[in-house]
């Protein structure tokens, strides 16, 4: 039913690209906000117990499920912490960033 | 070796917000828009009055939403969702939830007047105040829903905020809505359901998200699902619902809350309280708690 | 079917017969009838629309943003206290390209509390955006509702129709109400560019940096300055279906005035009083009264007003530090055009004075008798009780 919007930075060239009013025509996916980051979540899938509450709680939906497992998305990932934080087994730890 | 043999996944799969959006890390407010969608569903449409969505949305022409959103001016998130409300009603939509989606600056103070002008004359809206207790998005400021104690630009701390926190869950139920609740972005599950249970009632519908922000707290980003339990726990922030401003049930039963101090530790516009000042917190909390409880009963 | 009915109530049957589909809209003296009426025609379904009964005029306009980018055909009215209270939302309307049109009863600004006319008001608004229509009479009011609908909706912009409070807005005359039917010929439903729709999902209105926000004004003058030439089109078509002419300005025997007053509002009407009383005593004097002031009708003020002998120019408003609005319009306008023409700009009836031909005649000698143009900030105050 909804249209797939474009995932790219939108360039408005000239008048004629514009809508009459600020109206969106594409979504954030341009803008990849691993950037942000100083420390990274690293998850031990031996011990992940499939909880799923890393999931559940990352607020920039960085954390996929992949084939039964949380997978961390680094090309958004803030570095937050919530996820280690928050994880039961405590199988979720945040690393330093290699420069 | 993990015990199970798929994910439990205890709230809806499908995603309504994508990532790269503007929030700041750990930032409570983004966890109770996604939360709500995932409840909501895509025909929904948002109103969000000046707030910390109006930026971490992004900017103009991109949206991380998947919803419609009217961006509409600070004091108006009620009036406008009440107009956008009749507008698609009378274009042949009479599906589509609208949901006016303020912060606590927008709904506490400047927009208290068309909340509760909606709210008197039941528009069929469901009105979220995302709760950070302060306006965030212009750096940091004193609102009504800033609590006794706290540090903010417009508080400092040789001249904290003095005022208690405005109880806007009292005022909401002197109109006798017919449905109101109060949740918490660290109880994913109960937000959603009572969401769910709001999208079926015709009328206005209130819910008061507890949203912590570490940027205004001065708390660190991981303890941002943390605070929000705690603030449950001690019984600062008691999760319940409650319909025409009576009937009032609690949702999370707290048996032994925790001490206040526990939640007040954790943030940096809390860290130059006293020990009697903290002591005072402790007993307001109290007090409201054998308030809320006997309200519960009756 | 002709039936006598006030002024405001004139407003209400333009909504009605518009099939505004939302309203919003709050009391406020001279503006209630309009509402009651509109209440009442929503109780008795003769107008299919919701009815928000909002709790301030900021509310209301606020709503009528909302149901517009929905897509639904918007309605209200209001007048000076409370047109001022929806100032901000008056900006968003315009350069949200929402068409919503707005009665607004032209009345003193406080304090003290006057309930009495004058143009203060509407003029204060006049940078928002919106288009602006001054009315003379009743059935001009209903008409021109109608035609602020289509050229709002075609333009994407809003327009306000202002009546006189008391001396227009409550005076009964006589007025042809048109036939639905024929109505809804001349203006078909509204088929909104932008539109809020769950089945295509966008977000209206957001953060906009200096690399966008520029071309959206652009973009907004530009249709803006489409206007004029619609207004008299849409003028044009409604003559051709009803029989009565709303073009940009209303001219009364300017073809070769001696003296030519410009006016706007009832006093518009008042001052064909005085140029019929003039000519009979041998004055040649004309009449120009401005029908739409946004967007401002360069070309025929030009060409009306620049083949007078001399120019009066009444203005019942005032911008302090500056003169009357009108007359610093005409003038700008004529810069370039009329030079040697000798303009004067005269202030009366604020706070509602009562301009009747009287006045009109004293202007006429006055203008008459001076030797040179005035300055731009050469005002000449009528009535004052010096």
Redesign the interface.
């Known amino acids: 039913m909804t249209k797939k919007k474009s995932q790219e930075k939108i360039n408005l060239a000239s008048v004629s690209d514009f809508p009459m009013m600020p109206m969106s025509l594409g979504t954030m996916h341009y803008n990849r906000t691993g950037s942000w980051r100083n420390i990274k979540p690293v998850i031990e899938l031996e011990k992940c117990i499939r909880c799923g509450i890393c999931w559940k709680f990352c607020p920039d939906v960085s954390i996929l499920i992949q084939d039964e497992f949380p997978v961390v998305d680094y090309v958004y990932c803030k570095g937050c912490g919530i996820c280690a934080e928050e994880c039961p087994t405590k199988c979720i730890t945040m690393v330093e960033e290699e420069k | 070796m993990s015990k199970e043999k798929t994910m439990r996944l205890t709230l809806p799969v499908e995603e309504y917000m994508g990532p790269g959006h503007l929030a700041c890390q750990g930032c409570g407010a983004t966890l109770a828009m996604r939360f709500v969608l995932k409840a909501l569903g895509p025909k929904t449409a948002l109103c969000f009055p000046a707030c910390c969505w109006s930026v971490i949305d992004g900017p103009f022409p991109h949206s991380a939403l998947e919803v419609s959103i009217f961006h509409c001016a600070f004091e108006t998130a009620a009036a406008s969702a009440s107009g956008l409300k009749a507008g698609l009603e009378m274009t042949g939509d009479t599906e589509t939830t609208v949901v006016a989606w303020a912060g606590d600056g927008g709904t506490f103070d400047i927009g208290i007047q068309a909340l509760s002008g909606a709210a008197e004359r039941n528009e069929d809206i469901i009105y979220v105040c995302y709760d950070n207790e302060a306006y965030m998005n212009t750096g940091i400021q004193r609102s009504s829903a800033t609590p006794y104690g706290a540090w903010t630009t417009t508080t400092p701390v040789k001249h904290f905020k003095s005022r208690p926190k405005k109880d806007i869950d009292a005022i909401l139920a002197a109109h006798r809505v017919p449905y109101q609740a109060t949740a918490s972005i660290a109880y994913p599950e109960d937000l959603v359901k009572k969401v769910k249970k709001a999208k079926d009632v015709r009328g206005t519908r209130f819910l008061h998200i507890y949203a912590p922000c570490p940027a205004g707290w001065k708390s660190r980003p991981e303890d941002t699902v943390k605070l929000a339990r705690l603030v449950v726990q001690t019984g600062i922030f008691p999760l319940f619902e409650m319909e025409f401003g009576e009937k009032c049930a609690l949702s999370i039963k707290v048996k032994d809350r925790k001490p206040v101090k526990d939640y007040i530790r954790l943030q940096g516009r809390f860290r130059h309280l006293t020990e009697e000042e903290i002591q005072h917190i402790q007993d307001d909390t109290d007090a409201r708690w054998a308030r809320l409880m006997k309200l519960c009963e009756a | 079917m002709k039936k006598v009915i006030m002024g405001n109530h004139a407003l209400s049957w333009g909504a009605q017969l518009g099939r505004a589909?939302?309203i919003?809209a709050y009391p406020i003296t001279p503006q209630t009838q309009v509402v009651e009426l509109l209440s009442e025609m929503c109780a008795n379904k003769t107008l299919d629309?919701?009815f928000?009964?909002?709790?301030?005029e900021?509310?209301?306009m606020?709503?009528?943003?909302?149901?517009?980018?929905?897509?639904?055909r918007?309605f209200t009215a209001t007048s000076a206290h409370g047109l001022a209270l929806m100032h901000?939302?008056l900006h968003?309307a315009a350069?949200?390209?929402l068409p919503v049109v707005m009665g607004n009863i032209n009345r003193a600004m406080a304090p003290g509390w006057s309930i009495w006319t004058d143009q203060n008001d509407s003029l204060s608004q006049r940078d928002t955006g919106w288009m602006q229509y001054y009315c003379g009479s009743n059935q001009e009011v209903l008409d021109t509702t109608l035609q602020a609908f289509k050229v709002s909706e075609a333009l994407?912009l809003p327009s306000m129709i202002m009546l006189d409070a008391f001396a227009l807005s409550h005076t009964y005359e006589v007025v042809d109400i048109p036939d639905q039917g024929e109505v809804d010929k001349y203006l078909p439903p509204f088929q909104p560019?932008?539109r809020?729709?769950?089945?295509?999902?966008?977000?209206?209105?957001?953060?906009?940096?200096p690399e966008?926000y520029f071309?959206?004004r652009?973009?907004?003058q530009k249709?803006m300055e489409l206007a004029p030439a619609l207004i008299e089109k849409t003028g044009q078509e409604y003559e051709k279906a009803f029989g009565r002419k709303l073009g940009l300005i209303d001219d009364y025997q300017c073809q070769d005035a001696e003296v030519l007053f410009v006016t706007s509002g009832t006093a518009g009407y008042t001052a064909r009083v005085a140029v019929d009383e003039l000519r009979r005593e041998g004055v040649k004097a004309g009449n120009c009264r401005l029908r739409v002031f946004r967007p401002f009708p360069f070309a025929k003020v030009r060409e009306v007003v620049g083949r007078a002998g001399r120019v009066a120019v009444v203005d019942r408003n005032m911008s302090f530090g500056h003169h009357g609005i009108f007359y610093q319009e005409v003038k700008s306008a004529l810069y370039g055009h009329a030079d040697g023409l000798p303009v004067f700009g005269y202030v009366a009836g604020l706070g509602g004075r009562d301009i009747t031909p009287e006045t009109f005649k004293d202007i006429a000698r006055d203008a008459l008798s001076r030797k040179k143009t005035a300055t731009a900030e050469e005002i000449v105050w009528i009535g004052v009780k010096k």
Request: glycine share 10%; aromatic share 6%; hydrophobic share 45%.
């Open positions: 589909q939302v919003a629309a919701k928000i009964k909002v709790e301030s900021h509310s209301a606020a709503a009528l943003l909302g149901a517009s980018i929905a897509g639904a918007t901000e939302l968003w350069i949200g390209r994407s560019k932008l809020l729709s769950s089945a295509d999902p966008h977000a209206f209105g957001g953060l906009t940096s966008h071309e959206l652009y973009m907004q249709d």
